[in-house]
């Protein structure tokens, strides 16, 4: 079946530490997303991707970085330098323009 | 800055009612416009799609597009408990990117 894969679905880290969450799609799509979501919030773009070795940056990309080496992979590091990161990510994918977003089952990051 | 608002409700109906989510955007060249169900915890899933001004309709849900108004709806008709969610107005626009309404949650009560 194809669909997006995101993992870990919940990731623990201490503060002062990087985290990389994963992004893997098989739907054969151009564009890939990372989203954040905090509770009772809507969904803000932290970084985009329309092509392998292209990415740019979204809303609030501060504290984050992002690589897209293969088509199929988009994965984000969670630096130190993002000072309130424990949110739910989500990752997404599209065909191009204006065209619908399939999300990944999200990933659960926690500081402690 | 492109913007798409939505009431963050929320929004209670009876079993059976009619559910009547609103959404307005700022962009009036906008094309395309998706409608998002998000179950708690749980990543958006995409429920409904509309491109042209008038109604599209997909078993109990209704898409509503009026570009004059720069105003979408979407219309839950026989109301499930299970069709409690946060719904999301998503406004591609007109590149790469989409801009997402912060969602409207509907409750529907048995």
């Known amino acids: 079946d194809g669909g997006i894969t995101q993992s870990p679905k919940y990731l623990f880290r201490k503060e002062g530490q990087n985290v990389t969450l994963s992004c893997e799609q098989n739907?054969?799509?151009?564009?890939m997303y990372w989203y954040r979501q905090d509770p009772g919030q809507g969904l803000r773009l932290i970084y985009y991707?329309?092509?392998?070795?292209?990415?740019q940056k979204g809303d609030i990309a501060e504290g984050y970085s992002v690589s897209r080496e293969k088509k199929e992979s988009f994965p984000l590091t969670v630096t130190s330098a993002q000072k309130n990161p424990t949110a739910f990510y989500l990752c997404?994918?599209?065909?191009?323009?204006?065209?619908?977003?399939?999300f990944g089952q999200g990933t659960r990051l926690t500081v402690v | 800055q492109k913007e798409v608002e939505q009431n963050s409700g929320p929004l209670s109906v009876p079993e059976g009612a009619i559910a009547s989510l609103n959404c307005t955007y700022s962009?009036?060249?906008?094309?395309?416009f998706f409608w998002y169900r998000q179950y708690s915890g749980k990543s958006p899933e995409l429920i409904m799609f509309?491109?042209?001004?008038g109604d599209k309709e997909d078993g109990r849900f209704t898409a509503q597009l009026n570009k004059a108004s720069q105003y979408v709806s979407l219309l839950i008709r026989d109301s499930q408990p299970s069709d409690s969610a946060t719904y999301l107005c998503?406004?591609?626009?007109?590149?790469?990117?989409?801009?997402f309404g912060a969602g409207t949650r509907l409750f529907v009560k048995a």
């Open positions: 997404a994918s599209s065909r191009g323009r204006n065209t619908e977003a399939f």
């Open positions: 509309i491109y042209s001004n």
């Open positions: 739907l054969n799509h151009d564009a």
């Open positions: 998503a406004v591609p626009d007109g590149g790469f990117k989409t801009i």
């Open positions: 962009d009036r060249g906008s094309q395309s």
């Open positions: 991707s329309q092509i392998v070795n292209d990415f």
